[in-house]
């Protein structure tokens, strides 16, 4: 299968880690977030059925590693119904081929995500001017090319339902990709935010090694539309979420996401926007 999909030129292996790598997190019974290195991915599902979702799909060359969490929790026969994808970035598809490979589900995603995941179109290069600290300076180096997933990968529901998920819907976030979906549960107010914000300072090398916790806008060096960025948070925060679960970070909930996910969204270029980019306009 994997000769109609490829990596983009640029795929390889990014040597960076946090203390929270191989580690995972039991946030509900139904949601599991993984760390694999410096991003977290999500599995969805009952851990006594061996059916699940897996919502993102890790960094470049760590598909055993899911692969391994997968079947801890779910079982050696276990199977996907689906991948999600929360934006198309390297750190979120980086196993993705491979995991087609393994598993053969079907990948869903926003329209507006799939010319980045269908060989078509180049996301933006990351920009290493952005302030926050040495990941930031580092991030030249982050593949930015586009992978091809051909016919395996279709757009999300117009209806806004998440296909083998159900009670969640997706919410359009653009700003740190222009595709980027958030997806909510409204019976428990549940939220993977994937990188629409993030709880962990995400440019700064020493944060992210010990994911230290503090509530931050989506990673500068990727994000492309700032304005929007802004507008999905506060879309996010009118949610009220109890729970929310980020591409990067640990999970946040009760009173300290409800404040500290207020904050963002009304101090916004405090926190968030960066000093000086060229994304910025």
Not at 58 to 70: F, L, T
Not at 115 to 121: A, H, Q, R, S, V
Request: hydrophobic share 40%; glycine share 8%; aromatic share 10%.
């Amino acid at each position: 299968m994997q000769n109609d999909m490829n990596y983009g030129g640029d795929f390889k292996y990014i040597p960076a880690t946090s203390i929270w790598s191989g580690d995972g997190i039991e946030v509900l019974s139904d949601l599991y977030q993984q760390t694999i290195q410096i991003v977290n991915i999500i599995l969805y599902g009952d851990p006594y059925k061996q059916e699940f979702v897996l919502i993102d799909a890790g960094m470049p060359k760590s598909a055993q590693e899911i692969i391994s969490v997968a079947e801890k929790r779910f079982g050696a026969n276990c199977q996907p119904k689906a991948l999600i994808l929360t934006h198309g970035h390297f750190d979120h598809v980086g196993a993705i081929i491979d995991l087609i490979d393994h598993w053969g589900m079907p990948v869903y995603a926003h329209a507006l995500e799939l010319p980045f995941l269908t060989g078509k179109e180049n996301y933006p290069e990351p920009d290493p001017n952005v302030n926050g600290g040495l990941i930031a300076k580092i991030s030249s180096i982050f593949p930015n090319e586009a992978i091809n997933l051909g016919d395996h990968v279709e757009q999300l529901p117009l209806d806004g339902s998440v296909p083998f998920m159900h009670g969640f819907r997706w919410i359009h976030t653009p700003g740190h990709t222009p595709g980027h979906i958030s997806l909510f549960r409204e019976d428990d107010r549940a939220l993977i935010a994937g990188d629409a914000f993030v709880t962990v300072k995400q440019e700064s090398l020493y944060k992210v090694l010990l994911q230290k916790k503090e509530i931050s806008g989506p990673p500068r060096y990727f994000t492309t539309d700032w304005l929007a960025a802004w507008e999905s948070i506060k879309k996010l925060e009118a949610l009220k979420p109890s729970v929310a679960v980020t591409g990067h970070g640990l999970p946040m909930k009760g009173e300290e996401l409800t404040k500290n996910l207020h904050r963002l969204a009304t101090e916004f270029e405090q926190i968030a926007l960066p000093n000086h980019s060229r994304f910025l306009n």
